[in-house]
């Protein structure tokens, strides 16, 4: 049973497919603290959030089940994705699902500030009926929109039908897509000098941290007014407040702020010239019940180890790609796993390749797989696919891809060489034969064809006469039974391997048995 903690306030409606699967349990605690969430965090194999969690380190640490991490929503800067990524927990989002609700609530906000309407309804409820509020029309006005991501774009086609003039800066917006949304593109120097209403839709990172600031401030038209319904940060609160006050900015509307809950003296809620909301973007039914859903999805498919979307710290693989992929992902894990149990010595780098059909796919998410095959045998469940890259990293372990469109043979052939410290290479090649399966078709060179299983025995030995039977004989005396024997070798006589696949563990006396017999120079298990 897989066990699913809910710690914001998340639709009913949309977690009901978590809650009705026969193999998951939802528990719903909401408001926890850090502390509260560590001491039971242990528990669960998912965890599901929207903002208000922060899933730190800490509570990842104690996670020691914790398979993945749901975010309901957009934004996951309050998940330590650094931290996620370490301990192979995959960190979901649902992108899509709250787009137009929070270009909404963006559009809401500038419409409130053109208009004054929640001064003027604060003023009309407490029994003044105050006419002086004069505001300004959008038609014919410059909105400056930085980050036309997803929701940026949805503004400013909204912008366009009320005859708004848009700018946009991204440095993703090309010319070609500006011209297709309306919008003149622009740097974020014009968008600053020229707008009338500016309003940013861009995460908060490094770069994008004040990127609205004093000097930006300076040089805006004086009389402009500023939307941040993104993250609080990317305009710098404490330099709004100045521009405020020097009048250079005429009004405010913030549904984000560097910490939130705001502090009560904040300035922005004591200024007549700022509006705010508490961080409600994204919240109405239609995007929380589409969040809920997205997320619910892509958890149930990771628990239960299906293909999944959506994952923050993976690079997006194209359902396309994804569909030609997946056949590979169990013989590219075997492969790997086979190669380092070819080694005793330590291994400098991975090198893999792809021949054939695999040459005309991005397969970074196979050679995930494989080098997750590769180190599982020294790191155990610690390494997944989600941190077997990032593992190698911290280790210098070089992983080198190459791929070819030269068959070899086969229609596909994947090869995984380990090179060993002093240079030396262990190798195995693998491909999936269609209406066979997987195959082993090479080790350390020498041809062999052989299913890959659980209980292998590889032996190097001496191409002559009675070595199979030898072997035969000696398993058959210790009740080993052998299930499939291939042979391979390079030239007659000369040095050749056996693989043979066996119905249960090698107990270790029967390795060294088999060692002692004419001719063979060494039998190791290979289990998979
Ligand atoms: N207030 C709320 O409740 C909500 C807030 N959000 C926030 O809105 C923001 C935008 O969300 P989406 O449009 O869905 O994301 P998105 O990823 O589709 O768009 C963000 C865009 O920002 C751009 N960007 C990054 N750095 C930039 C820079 N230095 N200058 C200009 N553009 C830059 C990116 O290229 C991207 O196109 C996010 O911060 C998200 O967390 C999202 C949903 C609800
Ligand atoms: O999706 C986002 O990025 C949001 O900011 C929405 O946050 P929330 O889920 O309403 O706490």
């Known amino acids: 049973m897989f066990k699913v903690l809910v710690s914001d306030p998340i639709s009913d409606l949309g977690i009901q497919q978590l809650v009705e699967a026969a193999d998951v349990q939802v528990d719903k605690k909401t408001g926890l603290s850090e502390a509260e969430l560590i001491e039971i965090i242990g528990d669960y194999d998912a965890l599901l959030v929207r903002s208000q969690t922060k899933v730190t380190e800490g509570i990842m640490k104690a996670g020691s089940r914790l398979k993945v991490v749901g975010r309901a929503g957009v934004g996951v800067d309050n998940i330590d994705l650094p931290a996620a990524t370490g301990r192979g927990i995959i960190v979901i989002n649902a992108p899509d699902g709250n787009t137009i609700t929070t270009c909404e609530h963006a559009f809401a906000m500038m419409m409130a500030l053109a208009r004054h309407i929640p001064q003027a309804y604060a003023k009309t409820i407490s029994g003044q009926w105050d006419r002086k509020f004069l505001g300004v029309e959008l038609r014919n006005k410059k909105l400056g929109v930085l980050g036309m991501g997803r929701i940026g774009s949805e503004v400013a086609k909204r912008a366009k039908a009320f005859g708004m003039d848009i700018l946009g800066y991204d440095p993703f917006l090309t010319e070609e897509r500006a011209e297709k949304l309306g919008v003149k593109l622009s740097s974020v120097d014009d968008i600053v000098k020229n707008a009338d209403f500016i309003t940013v839709h861009t995460p908060l990172t490094p770069e994008t941290k004040h990127m609205i600031s004093t000097a930006q401030f300076a040089v805006m038209k004086k009389g402009m007014r500023i939307i941040n319904c993104a993250r609080g940060g990317v305009v710098d609160e404490a330099a709004l407040v100045a521009a405020l006050d020097e009048g250079i900015v005429a009004g405010a509307a913030f549904d984000v702020f560097e910490h939130e809950p705001p502090a009560p003296d904040h300035p922005f809620l004591h200024n007549p010239k700022v509006i705010v909301t508490p961080h409600l973007g994204a919240s109405t039914v239609e995007a929380q019940e589409n969040v809920a859903i997205d997320v619910s999805e892509q958890v149930l498919h990771i628990l239960r180890d299906e293909p999944f979307k959506n994952a923050v710290n993976m690079p997006p693989v194209a359902s396309s790609v994804m569909n030609k992929l997946q056949p590979y992902f169990s013989l590219g894990e075997k492969l790997g796993s086979f190669a380092s149990q070819l080694t005793a010595e330590p291994v400098k780098s991975i090198v893999i390749e792809y021949a054939g059909e695999l040459s005309e796919v991005d397969t970074q998410p196979l050679t995930r797989y494989i080098v997750k095959g590769v180190l599982s045998r020294h790191l155990g469940s610690e390494v997944n696919i ?143």
């Open 386 to 528: 989600v941190n077997s890259l990032h593992l190698t990293k911290i280790r210098d372990l070089n992983v080198q891809v190459s791929s070819s469109s030269a068959t070899k043979g086969f229609t596909n052939l994947i090869t995984v060489t380990l090179v060993e410290q002093t240079n030396a290479e262990r190798s195995v090649a693998g491909t999936l034969l269609y209406g066979y399966g997987e195959r082993i078709v090479q080790v350390n060179e020498f041809p062999i064809d052989s299913a890959p299983d659980n209980h292998q025995i590889l032996i190097s030995h001496n191409d002559q006469p009675g070595i199979i039977g030898n072997v035969g004989t000696l398993l058959g005396r210790n009740e080993v039974n052998i299930a499939t024997m291939q042979v391979g070798r390079k030239v007659v006589g000369g040095e050749a391997v056996m693989l043979l696949s066996v119905d249960k563990e090698v107990p270790k006396n029967v390795l060294t048995e088999l060692v002692g017999l004419e001719a063979i120079n060494s039998a190791q298990e290979i289990s998979l």
